[in-house]
């Protein structure tokens, strides 16, 4: 029991070396972390023993446009982070960081992007609900204030609804928050648009009724 330990203690340090590689050549390292993250012992030795070395690894990756590729795993990554508590708590204590390198990547027309760092914004959003730090929350909704402001993806598009509709239900400071950055406004037209997917109109309608 004690060398299989070992063993997967070793087997972690080369994953975290692994990391370091350049760019060009660290996409299959990507796509494997953003499957095993979801184990619980893969969590706890990033986001746990690693903790904030662990984000500086990933959050390289974000500021390099001309890999949408990477800065798709990474979000990826970091959405899926949440299924562990380790991981929830590292995104949790490290809020503002993420979300400044996050939407680092916006605008981009790569869908595959737009639904990955919408997805991150849900899981945040989710989290959020039950915390009392309205900074926090402010800080996310700056967020979607900004993501809106781009054309995107119906699948992306749909996810933002969600997770704004998921952060203000029920919470007035985020409603308010909300309408000082227009984003009923956004979500109006949205339910308006003529051109909107079904789902998406419908979710619209929804989110304007909780906002």
Known sequence: MENETSHDS????IFEKLLQWPS???FPVLDCL???IRRGDVCDYFCVKKGTTFLDYCLRFLHQEERPTNQMLVLRTLANMFVCDAGQRLALDHVERIMDH???VWPTSNKNVQVAL???LINFAYSLRSNLDIQL???LLSAFALVAMAQMDAEALFRLLVAL???CDGDEECKGLARSLDLPEFVEKIGEDPQAIKKVKECAILVKKTL
């Open 10 to 13: 070793q087997q972690m340090d």
């Open 165 to 167: 509709g998921t952060i």
């Open 118 to 120: 919408t997805s991150l």
């Open 24 to 26: 060009e050549f660290v």
């Open 34 to 36: 953003r499957l095993v």
């Open 102 to 104: 996050a939407t680092s």
């Open 137 to 139: 929350k402010s800080r």
